[in-house]
């Protein structure tokens, strides 16, 4: 499986839907897996709210998954951090 690059929690939160669909688990059987309950596996996958880190790993980790940290393609030290103007 190639590695996947996500910059908003929507995306991820849909990634984390197809994955598990992908599983035929329900999302009572991945917050079983995660240690937590359905409403926060929905929570995550509707990006209606953003996880703690470790609730995120912990459902990384029940579908099997890593989490990386990769460098971005292109990054310099000049574009590694944002300018206010690039932002607003």
């Known amino acids: 499986m190639d590695a996947t690059t996500f910059r908003d929690a929507t995306a ?3 990634a984390i839907r197809r994955l598990r669909k992908a ?4 999302q009572a059987d991945l917050a079983r897996l ?3 309950d359905a409403r926060q596996v929905s929570r995550i996958e509707t990006a ?3 996880p703690k880190l470790s609730l995120l790993l912990a ?3 029940a579908l099997e998954l890593d ?3 990769l460098p971005r393609q292109g990054a310099s030290p000049e574009t590694a ?4 103007e690039d932002i607003f």
Do not use: F
């Not at 951090?81 to 206010?84: D, L, N």
């Open 48 to 50: 209606a709210h953003e």
């Open 59 to 61: 459902v990384v980790a």
């Open 34 to 36: 995660a240690g937590t």
């Open 81 to 84: 951090r944002p300018r206010p």
């Open 12 to 14: 991820l939160g849909h």
């Open 67 to 69: 989490l990386a940290l």
């Open 23 to 26: 599983k035929g688990w329900s």
